[in-house]
């Protein structure tokens, strides 16, 4: 539910100088947050009048207009449209006879915004690409809890693994290798505004609250964000301090899970100038306690899997003058799971059997500095960012038979014990680019980017675990586990240090990319990415003479230089379609990982593919078309070893087949109606020779882990005003998730999916406070969205992870 202070169209500080008309359309979009387009290209060379105070856009728009012949109207929320002033009517000196009534007019064409979804501001209309713009205004409360969760419930081809909030994979457009965290870096880049904020990292989950927009570039995007974009980009824009306003805001709701226990959430934002329009300073704070509702037979408890996240943003803007802008921002955010949320198929719905808890915990912190430069049409932009995540899980399984003879499996009557894992990463990144955007898409763009990752995993087995009382003990401390939601530690006799790693990756890079008009309404974008990675690594809590016995030239550093070209070509028959093609490549730098006991390299994977697509944009309804063919050479996926702990391996080559449909239809004024489909066909079509067996002699050729085959959503949005001068606001939608499988091998090959998931939402309320009414899961079905919860008990169990049951939230928001 958008909170008002949210969602309402604000003053701004707006600094225009007298410019064309095209760049004053970039700058007044970016200053206001508002989106902006005109039709007629005529229209860009006109010269506004310079605009200077704290503004709404459509007071700016009038002043900047003023003199120049065009107005803007306003056709949707912080949506204008920039067109010739009609002619004023002058009374005439005499009656005039009769005239034949006038034809029809034309139906009134497409506006066409200005977006930020690319680093140099092409018009939707123009980027040559699949891409969805979620606004911030449309994300209420309950929304932000969710973090990633509400960007996948909104996006057909966004999917999610489901382990839990802090250790999940996100993938985009069917590109997935694994359905586990390993050393592997991601597929899809995250950021967070301009730095990036995971490599070999899950997705750490961050609240989506105060957010200007979150944007989903569908990849490969191998020339723009480099690495680890085989899939796409996930970026998350916050909302930037504001210069002269004090304003804030603050929300809260309780939830009622059915089989389960309740939740709460609370947070609050307050912005404040602290230098009259020069610095300010944004300040954002939630918590929230999230009810188990997953029951352990084999313990005798209840609704286990409590869930406690607290955290923070902090935010300085400082407008230095003549068009300099320096921006510093702080985010951080602490997950703390006190067992895992997955089920067993015969134990119940909602319930298993375990003899111990499996808590998990993750810390993300992130600092950000950003320098911006404007020179009219020109930008530079420079970014240094600093990311560090901890990731703690404690797995249930059954000990070894002989800690000193890890190859060889336990009995089947071998007591259960506990495996835990922790990632500690640290990523420096630095990035300086020119850009310059001209009109219809064109412009130019150059940029430099250095980066460091640092990723060391520890493992280890716990022997002859008892409980005992907890007496302050850390979570993850080498001889002791808490247990937070029960006040148990584990106490360990032994504990047998199993065979960790570390790796290191060194980038720097050189990209550019340009968009040319080669004959008018058809675009031609060429683009290229240089890469030089330098990868080294070691092994953890072992002897390096047993780590490398098996593989010894992974002990050594090595570099790997990669070029990426990418081209595009965009036709736009008139204003309300697109019709585009695109060639794009990505990659991902090699490593080493753990197998067993074992360390081991492996090699870097490469994706090249083919898009074409379509779109439309309406009056009453827009629809998008794309289709994509993906050839991935020497995949790279996170398996499961012989103990039960991810591993990383090239498992061979493979290819994806894509098609997305999404349309919105708007009927009548208040009421949307939104629909989408993906659908994905996918395989292994060559096998690569794996040094180790991971569950058998060969992985058989089959389709690609966590791949829907399909996946789909209808949703509405109504707003209505009441009599009473509130405002009424209802939206809901039904997401269905297809079926896929876990992993690749007889193991592993276990289906999921095959769901349906529904939520329902009301608020009431003027633009002050309101209060909201939150539904999810209306039907309380139980569906699996993750065949998986304790890896090393995937042989022997069948484990399933639920959604989580129907539940009701109550909220409130009150704004200043």
Request: avoid cysteine; hydrophobic fraction near 40%.
């Given at each position: 539910?958008?909170?008002?202070?949210?969602?309402?169209?604000?003053?701004?500080?707006i600094r225009l100088p007298e410019m064309r008309l095209d760049a004053a359309v970039r700058l007044l979009s970016q200053q206001s947050g508002a989106s902006i387009g005109f039709r007629d290209p005529a229209l860009a060379a006109v010269r506004v009048k310079p605009v200077r105070g704290r503004l709404s856009a459509g007071t700016a728009l009038e002043r900047a207009l003023r003199g120049t012949g065009a107005r803007a109207r306003q056709v949707a929320a912080a949506t204008y449209l920039i067109e010739r002033a009609p002619a004023v009517a002058r009374?005439?000196?005499?009656?005039?006879?009769?005239?034949?009534?006038?034809?029809?007019?034309?139906?009134?064409?497409?506006?066409?915004?200005?977006?930020?979804?690319?680093?140099?501001?092409?018009?939707?209309?123009?980027?040559?690409?699949?891409?969805?713009?979620?606004?911030?205004?449309?994300?209420?409360?309950?929304?932000?809890?969710?973090?990633?969760?509400?960007?996948?419930?909104?996006?057909?081809?966004?999917?999610?693994?489901?382990?839990?909030?802090?250790?999940?994979?996100?993938?985009?457009?069917?590109?997935?290798?694994?359905?586990?965290?390993?050393?592997?870096?991601?597929?899809?880049?995250?950021?967070?505004?301009?730095?990036?904020?995971?490599?070999?990292?899950?997705?750490?989950?961050?609240?989506?609250?105060?957010?200007?927009?979150?944007?989903?570039?569908?990849?490969?995007?191998?020339?723009?964000?480099?690495?680890?974009?085989?899939?796409?980009?996930?970026?998350?824009?916050?909302?930037?301090?504001?210069?002269?306003?004090?304003?804030?805001?603050?929300?809260?709701?309780?939830?009622?899970?059915?089989?389960?226990?309740?939740?709460?959430?609370?947070g609050a934002i307050v912005n404040v100038p602290l230098i009259g329009d020069k610095l300010a300073f944004r300040g954002l704070a939630f918590g929230s306690v999230e009810g188990g509702y997953i029951n352990d037979l084999g313990r005798g408890l209840r609704d286990v899997n409590r869930v406690r996240t607290i955290g923070g943003r902090g935010a300085l803007r400082f407008d230095a003058g003549d068009g300099w802008l320096l921006d510093l921002t702080g985010v951080g955010q602490k997950i703390r799971g006190d067992d895992s949320q997955y089920a067993?198929?015969?134990a119940g719905d909602l319930a298993r059997v375990s003899s111990i808890a499996q808590p998990f915990r993750s810390d993300y912190w992130l600092a950000d500095f950003v320098v911006r430069k404007r020179w009219d049409d020109l930008e530079l932009t420079s970014s240094l960012g600093y990311a560090r995540q901890y990731v703690f899980e404690m797995f249930e399984g059954q000990a070894l038979t002989d800690p000193g003879a890890p190859d060889v499996r336990p009995a089947l009557d071998s007591p259960g014990t506990g495996y835990s894992q922790a990632n500690?990463?640290?990523?420096?990144?630095?990035?300086?680019?020119?850009?310059?955007?001209?009109?219809?898409?064109?412009?130019?763009?150059?940029?430099?980017?250095?980066?460091?990752?640092?990723?060391?995993?520890?493992?280890?087995?716990?022997?002859?675990?008892?409980?005992?009382?907890?007496?302050?003990?850390?979570?993850?401390?080498?001889?002791?586990?808490?247990?937070?939601?029960?006040?148990?530690?584990?106490?360990?006799?032994?504990?047998?240090?199993?065979?960790?790693?570390?790796?290191?990756?060194?980038?720097?890079?050189?990209?550019?990319?340009?968009?040319?008009?080669?004959?008018?309404?058809?675009?031609?974008?060429?683009?290229?990415?240089?890469?030089?990675?330098?990868?080294?690594?070691?092994?953890?809590?072992?002897?390096?003479?047993?780590?490398?016995?098996?593989?010894?030239?992974?002990?050594?550093?090595?570099?790997?230089?990669?070029?990426?070209?990418?081209?595009?070509?965009?036709?736009?028959?008139?204003?309300?379609?697109?019709?585009?093609?695109?060639?794009?490549?990505?990659?991902?730098?090699?490593?080493?990982?753990?197998?067993?006991?074992?360390?081991?390299?492996?090699?870097?994977?490469?994706?090249?593919?083919?898009?074409?697509?379509?779109?439309?944009?309406?009056?009453?309804?827009?629809?998008?078309?794309?289709?994509?063919?993906?050839?991935?050479?020497?995949?790279?996926?996170?398996?499961?070893?012989?103990?039960?702990?991810?591993?990383?391996?090239?498992?061979?080559?493979?290819?994806?087949?894509?098609?997305?449909?999404?349309?919105?239809?708007?009927?009548?004024?208040?009421?949307?109606?939104?629909?989408?489909?993906?659908?994905?066909?996918?395989?292994?079509?060559?096998?690569?020779?794996?040094?180790?067996?991971?569950?058998?002699?060969?992985?058989?050729?089959?389709?690609?882990?966590?791949?829907?085959?399909?996946?789909?959503?209808?949703?509405?949005?109504?707003?209505?005003?009441?009599?009473?001068?509130?405002?009424?606001?209802?939206?809901?939608?039904?997401?269905?998730?297809?079926?896929?499988?876990?992993?690749?091998?007889?193991?592993?090959?276990?289906?999921?999916?095959?769901?349906?998931?529904?939520?329902?939402?009301?608020?009431?309320?003027?633009?002050?406070?309101?209060?909201?009414?939150?539904?999810?899961?209306?039907?309380?079905?139980?569906?699996?969205?993750?065949?998986?919860?304790?890896?090393?008990?995937?042989?022997?169990?069948?484990?399933?992870?639920?959604?989580?049951?129907?539940?009701?939230?109550?909220?409130?928001?009150?704004?200043?």
């Amino acid at each position: 539910m958008a909170s008002p202070a949210i969602a309402q169209e604000r003053a701004a500080e707006i600094r225009l100088p007298e410019m064309r008309l095209d760049a004053a359309v970039r700058l007044l979009s970016q200053q206001s947050g508002a989106s902006i387009g005109f039709r007629d290209p005529a229209l860009a060379a006109v010269r506004v009048k310079p605009v200077r105070g704290r503004l709404s856009a459509g007071t700016a728009l009038e002043r900047a207009l003023r003199g120049t012949g065009a107005r803007a109207r306003q056709v949707a929320a912080a949506t204008y449209l920039i067109e010739r002033a009609p002619a004023v009517a002058r009374p005439a000196p005499r009656p005039a006879p009769p005239r034949p009534a006038p034809p029809p007019s034309e139906p009134e064409e497409p506006v066409e915004v200005v977006v930020t979804a690319t680093k140099r501001d092409i018009p939707l209309g123009a980027y040559p690409g699949g891409v969805q713009i979620i606004s911030g205004d449309s994300l209420s409360a309950a929304d932000g809890l969710q973090g990633t969760g509400a960007i996948e419930a909104r996006i057909a081809s966004v999917v999610s693994t489901h382990l839990g909030p802090g250790r999940n994979k996100l993938f985009v457009r069917g590109i997935a290798d694994s359905s586990f965290v390993g050393p592997t870096q991601a597929t899809v880049g995250q950021y967070w505004g301009n730095s990036r904020i995971t490599y070999s990292a899950p997705d750490p989950n961050l609240r989506l609250y105060d957010v200007q927009s979150i944007e989903v570039l569908e990849g490969p995007q191998g020339t723009l964000y480099g690495a680890g974009s085989l899939g796409g980009v996930v970026r998350v824009v916050p909302r930037a301090p504001d210069l002269r306003s004090v304003e804030g805001s603050a929300w809260g709701g309780v939830t009622g899970v059915q089989h389960g226990q309740p939740s709460v959430d609370g947070g609050a934002i307050v912005n404040v100038p602290l230098i009259g329009d020069k610095l300010a300073f944004r300040g954002l704070a939630f918590g929230s306690v999230e009810g188990g509702y997953i029951n352990d037979l084999g313990r005798g408890l209840r609704d286990v899997n409590r869930v406690r996240t607290i955290g923070g943003r902090g935010a300085l803007r400082f407008d230095a003058g003549d068009g300099w802008l320096l921006d510093l921002t702080g985010v951080g955010q602490k997950i703390r799971g006190d067992d895992s949320q997955y089920a067993e198929r015969g134990a119940g719905d909602l319930a298993r059997v375990s003899s111990i808890a499996q808590p998990f915990r993750s810390d993300y912190w992130l600092a950000d500095f950003v320098v911006r430069k404007r020179w009219d049409d020109l930008e530079l932009t420079s970014s240094l960012g600093y990311a560090r995540q901890y990731v703690f899980e404690m797995f249930e399984g059954q000990a070894l038979t002989d800690p000193g003879a890890p190859d060889v499996r336990p009995a089947l009557d071998s007591p259960g014990t506990g495996y835990s894992q922790a990632n500690r990463i640290s990523m420096l990144t630095f990035e300086t680019r020119l850009a310059r955007r001209g009109p219809d898409g064109t412009g130019w763009l150059v940029a430099a980017s250095l980066l460091r990752n640092d990723a060391r995993v520890e493992r280890r087995m716990d022997i002859a675990p008892t409980l005992a009382a907890a007496s302050g003990a850390q979570v993850g401390n080498p001889g002791n586990v808490v247990t937070p939601s029960r006040g148990y530690v584990w106490s360990t006799a032994i504990f047998q240090p199993m065979t960790g790693v570390t790796n290191k990756v060194d980038e720097a890079t050189l990209y550019g990319e340009a968009t040319i008009q080669p004959m008018p309404r058809v675009t031609l974008t060429l683009g290229s990415r240089l890469t030089h990675a330098s990868l080294s690594g070691r092994s953890e809590d072992v002897l390096e003479t047993l780590a490398y016995r098996n593989d010894p030239g992974a002990r050594g550093s090595r570099s790997e230089t990669r070029l990426l070209p990418s081209a595009a070509l965009a036709w736009r028959p008139n204003d309300r379609l697109t019709l585009f093609a695109r060639f794009q490549q990505g990659f991902r730098p090699g490593g080493i990982a753990v197998r067993q006991d074992y360390v081991q390299r492996f090699e870097g994977d490469r994706v090249t593919t083919l898009e074409a697509g379509s779109r439309y944009a309406g009056d009453q309804f827009d629809l998008s078309i794309s289709g994509s063919w993906t050839n991935w050479k020497h995949i790279q996926a996170d398996l499961i070893d012989g103990f039960g702990f991810p591993t990383t391996a090239n498992i061979g080559d493979g290819e994806v087949f894509s098609l997305g449909v999404a349309g919105r239809w708007r009927p009548v004024d208040g009421l949307e109606i939104d629909a989408s489909i993906y659908l994905n066909d996918s395989s292994v079509t060559r096998r690569d020779v794996i040094l180790l067996p991971i569950d058998a002699p060969s992985i058989p050729a089959d389709r690609l882990p966590n791949v829907a085959d399909a996946t789909g959503r209808l949703g509405f949005a109504y707003t209505a005003e009441l009599r009473s001068g509130a405002t009424l606001t209802i939206d809901g939608h039904a997401r269905y998730v297809g079926q896929s499988t876990l992993g690749i091998g007889p193991i592993l090959e276990r289906l999921q999916g095959d769901y349906l998931d529904t939520a329902l939402e009301a608020r009431i309320g003027d633009r002050r406070r309101g209060i909201s009414l939150s539904l999810t899961n209306l039907l309380d079905s139980r569906g699996n969205r993750f065949a998986l919860g304790s890896p090393f008990l995937i042989r022997d169990r069948d484990q399933i992870t639920p959604l989580r049951p129907r539940s009701i939230r109550i909220g409130f928001d009150w704004n200043f």
